[in-house]
């Protein structure tokens, strides 16, 4: 084989990798609209409200004959959304390891999510039952593609592109975020002049969130290609053995296990704040869904400076170093907002471009440091297990936040709380050698990590 041919071969790989790396950040920008307009701007302080018109004399529902104070009833079904997820997931990662077929798995879980979203445009009056099976729905369907989407991430990005790889990917995703949630603005604000109530104007920002999701989501599908891991004996488990034979695994993988202890606790708190600021903003801040709406905007468009910004710096200083500040600032950011003084919506938007600016970043980089630590042909299986706390799934944190609120009545408390998640997350990120942990996985360690 001639030079030429060896380069001219080069060049293609070289092209078809930018061609499925392209496709790969049209998830991020099919998907993120549902995070942003619907888990963090509408669905929060909406679904409360609407539990809130079906609570008893003491305000409370009772789902199932149990008792739960309405304005913690969001905050649980995001959680329970967890349960499923965390049951789910693992039997399609390995599934999907198996077979090295991961792109009909994606489709049926983005299409499942897409689908769940769109239904929410029937959410009204006292159904908040309804709502909340649409919440569970979506929010583990997203869960289960973003695993798959992730797990594509170790297969299409060489160790020395993932942080800018990964970087581009969010800022996609905040990107399409901002230009949607403008649109939701102008619907908003000028619901009258559209001839529909805000109720439906908020009622149809849902919905088209949902259907952003199935639009786009045919571009990844159309680009990024099946590659099959090498033969794995074991078959698929159901359920809870998979689970289990997933964390045995893991176990050989001790550093890899540490560093996901650490990104578990510390993005439980990153997903909580995402998950409940504007539930945090209307009910305690006595802020109008408006502003509430420009401050989400505010930090969709500073985290894609923030993402691109914080993947300069990773080049710098290492991944880890740049997550580790990204968590100090984390710190300050959430201990200042208990302090915000209600009614003031300037205050709220300092503190939403302090979230801004380290939102995008911390997680770009977090995902691309977990590819290095992940065993090859095993990309699904355990980013099966990264996903549990990633993009709102998180169970721990939302948890907290409701019970914090229903022991105490304060939303004060309940997002003061979740400090504890940064301090331990950067207590648990500091131990870790990755450089080690990269090796023990068997994968070649970057020059700065």
């Given at each position: 084989m001639g030079i030429d041919t060896v380069r001219t071969d080069a060049a293609d790989d070289a092209a078809g990798r930018r061609r499925e790396q392209r496709g790969w950040y049209f998830y991020d920008w099919a998907c993120s609209v549902y995070s942003t307009s619907v888990l963090t701007v509408f669905l929060g302080p909406y679904l409360t409200s609407v539990a809130k018109s079906a609570a008893d004399a003491d305000g409370y529902v009772h789902p199932l004959g149990i008792p739960v104070r309405a304005g913690s009833f969001f905050a649980y079904s995001v959680s329970l959304s967890v349960i499923l997820a965390v049951l789910?997931?693992?039997?399609?990662?390995?599934a999907a390891d198996r077979t090295g077929r991961k792109k009909p798995l994606l489709a049926a879980a983005a299409y499942t999510g897409a689908v769940a979203t769109t239904g929410m445009f029937f959410l009204d009056g006292d159904r908040y039952l309804?709502?909340?099976?649409?919440?569970?729905?979506?929010?583990?369907?997203?869960?289960?593609?973003?695993?798959?989407?992730?797990?594509?991430?170790?297969?299409?990005?060489?160790?020395?592109?993932?942080?800018?790889?990964?970087?581009?990917?969010?800022?996609?995703?905040?990107?399409?975020g901002s230009l949607v949630l403008i649109a939701n603005l102008a619907l908003y604000l000028g619901h009258d002049a559209f001839g529909v109530s805000e109720t439906t104007a908020v009622r149809i920002c849902l919905a088209s969130a949902g259907l952003w999701w199935g639009a786009f989501t045919l571009v990844p599908l159309r680009r990024l290609r099946d590659h099959r891991s090498p033969a794995r004996e074991a078959a698929a488990l159901p359920g809870l053995r998979q689970i289990a034979a997933t964390i045995r695994d893991m176990r050989r993988h001790p550093l890899t296990l540490a560093f996901l202890l650490a990104y578990l606790v510390y993005n439980d708190?990153?997903?909580?704040?995402?998950?409940?600021?504007?539930?945090?903003?209307?009910?305690?801040?006595?802020?109008?869904?408006?502003?509430?709406?420009?401050?989400?905007l505010l930090v969709q468009v500073l985290a894609v400076a923030g993402a691109l910004g914080m993947g300069l710096l990773a080049r710098r200083y290492g991944a880890k170093r740049t997550i580790l500040g990204s968590l100090v600032a984390?710190?300050?950011?959430?201990?200042?907002g208990y302090f915000?003084?209600?009614?003031?919506?300037?205050?709220?938007?300092?503190?939403?471009?302090?979230?801004?600016?380290?939102?995008?970043?911390?997680?770009?980089?977090?995902?691309?440091?977990?590819?290095?630590l992940?065993?090859?042909?095993?990309?699904?299986?355990?980013?099966?297990?990264?996903e549990v706390s990633d993009r709102g799934m998180s169970w721990l944190g939302p948890l907290l936040f409701g019970l914090t609120y229903q022991l105490t009545g304060s939303y004060r408390d309940a997002i003061i709380s979740l400090v504890v998640f940064f301090v331990l997350g950067f207590v648990l990120l500091a131990r870790v050698p990755v450089r080690r942990a990269i090796g023990d996985a068997g994968n070649p360690v970057p020059e700065r990590i």
């Open positions: 789910v997931m693992p039997l399609v990662g390995a309804l709502g909340g099976v649409l919440l569970v729905v979506a929010n583990a369907a997203q869960s289960v593609a973003m695993m798959l989407y992730n797990s594509y991430f170790p297969q299409i990005a060489p160790p020395e592109e993932r942080d800018a790889v990964s970087s581009r990917g969010w800022a996609f995703g905040y990107a399409a708190g990153i997903q909580t704040v995402i998950s409940q600021a504007s539930v945090y903003g209307s009910e305690e801040l006595g802020l109008g869904q408006s502003t509430l709406i420009a401050a989400v984390w710190t300050v950011t959430l201990g200042a915000l003084p209600a009614g003031a919506p300037v205050w709220f938007f300092v503190l939403a471009a302090g979230i801004g600016l380290v939102l995008g970043g911390s997680q770009a980089l977090s995902r691309s440091l977990f590819s290095h992940v065993p090859p042909g095993k990309e699904a299986e355990y980013f099966s297990a990264y």
